[in-house]
Structures are given as C-alpha cells and as structure tokens.
C-alpha cells in the first residue's frame, strides 16, 4: 500500500517458473499504482498448454523494453534483482538510456 508508482518488469524461464503467479493479480489489486509485464525467455520449454495460454511477451528484458516502461512510467530508482549476468546486462542498459548509477540498486544472486 504504499503511495508510489512501481513497475514489475519480471523474467521468467516458462510461465511454469513464474513464482508467485497466482498471487501477482492480488498484488496489482492491492497496490495503489503497479504495472506488472512478465516475459519468458524459453517459450520452446514450456508445455503446449502453457504456451497456448500464455499472453505475455517473450524474450529477456532488454533495452528496448526497459525504454517502454521508462517512457511510460518515469521512474526515479531502478532496483535489478536476478542471476549476475542478467543483472550486468540490465545495467548496462540502463546506463546505456543515460541512467546515473546513484540510480541503479543491484542484488545478484
């Protein structure tokens, strides 16, 4: 509940791997102002039924994608939390679209 804009933008393997999937509705509902885009990077790993009801985006969270919701949203703080590798390449494209590193938290797991 807190009063501040937030945007979720979350990878995922298949629509399988997503944790908390079933609770991120509720989590939308519940927060004043979140914007939620989920993306697979394995589409060809998730079983025919997943696939055929999957809606979101596939691919990794790139630049192009990030600059979306950076021009939808105008955030002030960018926080990246996943594998060392996708947390480099998100920085660097953040860094990339003029992002100040004071604006960048990272936890890399």
């Not at 979350?10 to 791997?17: E, G």
């Not at 939620?36 to 790139?62: V, Y």
Request: aromatic share 6%.
């Amino acid at each position: 509940k807190l009063d501040v804009k937030m945007t979720l933008l979350f990878s995922n393997m298949t629509p399988h791997d997503i944790i908390y999937k079933n609770e991120l509705p509720s989590l939308k509902d519940d927060t004043k102002d979140l914007v939620i885009a989920l993306t697979i990077t394995r589409p060809n790993e998730s079983s025919i039924q997943e696939l055929d009801a999957w809606t979101g985006r596939k691919g990794r969270i790139d630049k192009a994608l990030i600059k979306e919701y950076m021009d939808l949203r105008n955030p002030d703080l960018f926080y990246i939390c996943g594998s060392p590798d996708m947390v480099n390449a998100c920085v660097g494209h953040l860094k990339e679209l003029g992002i100040s590193p004071s604006r960048i938290r990272t936890e890399r797991f």
